[in-house]
Each structure stands twice: as C-alpha cells, then as structure tokens.
C-alpha cells in the first residue's frame, strides 16, 4: 500500500493502478501496529525507538504526500497527522520509552542513467512538467534539485514540542537518489553514475545538518554523511562537533567495513587504511539482490561467501 500515487516513481517500483492507497481508517490500524513494535522493544530493553521518517519509507511518504485529499495529505499539519497520531499512541501506551526521528530532511527529484549524448553522469528524470513539484519534502517545489529546509525546520520544532530530542539528520531517498543519501565513487549495481563529485554531497549533508541545528538548538542531532570522507573522517567530525554545529556523527558504511573504526579513533590508535570503506556500494547491491549486506571488497568473511561471485558478476555487467 502507498501513501499517494505519484507520477514519476510508481512506474519505476512497481506500483500499478490495482495498488492500494492507504484508506484513513487502515492508517488508525497501522498506528496500533507502531504501538505493538514499540512495546516489544521496550520489553526487550531498549531505550529507544526511531520513529523513521526518511529514505522514502511511509512516514517520509506522508510527509511529501501534497496531492493526498483528506486529513492526511495537503498542508503541513495534515501531512504530519500520521506523524504526531503515533507518537501520541506510543506515549500513551508504552509510557517511558524514549522517541527518536531519522529523517530526510530534503528530497531531490528522482535522478536515472544518462540518455545517448546526455553525458557519462547520473541525471535528474524530466520533472518540468510537473512544476510546481508537489511530490518532495525539503525541496524548492520551484526548482526541486534545490533545498528550502522551511518544512524540515518546522518538523523539528513539532518533534521539539512532541519532547523528542534525539534526531538523524539524512536525505532523500537511497531507490531514487541515492547520491544525496550515501555520497560514493560507485554506485551500487541499479545505481547511476554520480552527477557530482561525491565530497559534494558530503558537504550538502554536514551544512544541512548544521543550518538546522542553528534553527532548532533544543534537539540532539545526529549527523550523516561522513564515510566517504574516509581517513579524513575523524577531523571533519571533530571539528563538526567542536563548533557545535552537530552533537554526534553517525558512522554506517564504515562499520561494515571497519567496525573498529569507532574505537580506534576515539582512542587515538593509527588508523588501519586498508580496512577504511572506500564506498564500492556492494553493501548496497547485495540487499538489492536479496543477499546479505556486508563489505564483500574488503571484509575476509564477505569475500569469501559465494555471494561475493555474484556481486562481481552484478558489477561487471553494470559496467563498474
């Protein structure tokens, strides 16, 4: 089920006119369901639960969901009704476990291969005629290969105001643009060539993190961003850190490639290179190919798996 149909991505997963679109009433369904998982992770022992909403997953959905009718789509205080009714509900029902929020804190078109004479990059999918965009959260609906992190400010001020305070600051979407969310040299094996240079997506990640930071003081926010980065990784953090414009740096590819990498580097031991994930993506291509996620290029267990053949072999006729 989905939250709305949209024009550009529907085709491109699957969705036909048969999908369902969630009806109001199932999402009062779907809320208990949120209460019933968080309720097991506080039996568990958990701490917390992440109330996602990013990466295209349903909560970032709704929150794009302009053309939806009803309680749920249109302005920004029916596009975060789902939001703030599942937060209500696990604060109600699981009393004393804490809220955090992943969130995309701006989308960009859906970009694809290059056409013949288009060039050797990753390109934007023809939206002109469909502006004003009214499918993205974050985006310029004038020009949506552009930030306007309005929306993205008032969200944090609402999770402020809801008493969450712990929040991950990502972007847009890995199935559709997945430069934004997970800058890389290589794209995984359904992915497109990288339209910029990575460290430029690094960049739009630490200063969105930073400008919203400014804007909502009060939240703990957690940055993302930063592996491609490499060696190079623990000073932009520290310094990131140091002037407050982010409290914790959040590590993922790395740790599949490096899970010392934390512990080396907040205890000062030299760095070991030939460990350090240098953004191959294959951790990325396997889960795609219902395989396993691991560091197939530089992780011995990974390597040795038989799945590594079939990633190389996916690679190969990708072209990478």
């Known amino acids: 089920r989905i939250a709305y149909r949209h024009p550009v991505t529907d085709a491109r997963v699957g969705v036909t006119d048969d999908t369902p679109v969630f009806t109001d009433a199932a999402l009062g369904e779907l809320i208990q ?3 019933s998982t968080a309720r097991f992770a506080a039996a568990a022992g958990y701490d917390f639960v992440d109330i996602k909403s990013c990466h295209g997953y349903l909560l970032h959905e709704f929150l794009t969901a302009h053309t939806r009718p009803g ?3 249109g302005p920004f205080e029916n596009r975060t009704r789902l939001f703030r009714e599942i937060v209500a509900a696990i604060r109600r029902d699981v009393p004393g476990l ?10 960009f078109v859906p970009f694809a291969h290059p056409k013949p004479g288009e060039g050797s990059r990753g390109v934007p999918m ?3 005629s469909y502006l004003p965009w009214k499918f993205g959260f974050g985006a310029n609906p004038d020009n949506p290969v552009e930030i306007d992190l309005t929306e993205p400010v008032a969200f944090l001020r609402l999770c402020r105001d809801l008493d969450i ?4 600051i990502s972007a847009g979407c890995p199935y559709t643009n997945p430069h934004i969310v997970r ?5 995984p094996s359904d992915g497109y060539p990288p339209p910029e240079d990575p460290l430029v997506g690094c960049a739009r990640l630490v200063g969105a993190a930073m400008r919203l930071k400014a804007a909502v003081p009060e939240l703990t926010f957690v940055g993302t961003g930063y592996t491609y980065l490499q060696e190079f990784l623990p000073h932009v953090a520290q310094a990131q850190v140091r002037l407050g414009h982010v409290d914790v740096v959040g590590v993922g590819r790395m740790v599949l490639s490096y899970p010392e990498f934390p512990r080396d580097v907040l205890h000062g031991r030299p760095l070991q290179r030939k460990r350090l994930c240098r953004t191959f993506s294959d951790c990325t291509t396997g889960p795609r190919n219902k395989m396993v996620s691991g560091c197939y290029p530089l992780d011995p267990f990974y390597k040795a798996r ?3 053949g079939v990633i190389q072999e996916l690679r ?3 072209g990478r």
Do not use: M
Not at 98 to 107: E, I, K, P, Q, T
Not at 165 to 168: F, K, S
Not at 183 to 187: C, G, I, K, R, V
């Open 71 to 73: 309680p749920y789509g």
């Open 306 to 308: 038989p799945e590594a």
């Open 183 to 187: 800058p890389a040299t290589f794209p």
């Open 33 to 35: 369901d949120y209460v």
């Open 316 to 318: 190969r006729k990708a």
């Open 165 to 168: 305070r712990l929040v991950n």
């Open 98 to 107: 804490h809220l955090g929020v992943r969130l995309s804190a701006y989308d």
């Open 126 to 128: 023809e939206y002109r």
